[in-house]
């Protein structure tokens, strides 16, 4: 099942960003849209602070029952296998 969790920060340059991740069969898929671009950004990798995100939201919606563990746990193992020592 696909799941898709989106978040909006602001960068260091004051822009808003919007980030969408994608969990499904067993892949994380990360996008990334800044206010200033019109196209998505499927190639830049996630920062140790995009990872935390989507570490966070995930426990959220786990704890309400709308994530399965298993999505979770990818999350997790990818997480520690992008960020050494994260």
């Known amino acids: 099942m696909q799941r898709q969790v989106c978040w909006f ?11 969408r991740v ?3 069969q067993g892949k994380v898929k ?3 849209k800044r206010a200033t671009d ?4 499927y190639d830049s990798l996630p920062s ?8 966070a939201k995930l426990e959220d919606r786990y704890n ?4 399965a563990f298993d999505d979770l746990e990818l999350a997790r193992k990818l997480f520690r296998q ?3 020592g994260g």
Do not use: C, M, Y
Request: proline residues 3%; hydrophobic residues 35%.
């Open 48 to 55: 140790k602070d995009d990872w935390n995100t989507l570490l």
């Open 38 to 41: 019109e196209r998505w950004d």
């Open 22 to 24: 994608t969990v499904q």
């Open 9 to 19: 920060d602001r960068l260091e340059d004051g822009i808003k960003r919007e980030v």
């Open 82 to 84: 992008a960020i050494p």
């Open 64 to 67: 309400r029952r709308s994530v």
């Open 30 to 32: 990360w996008q990334f």
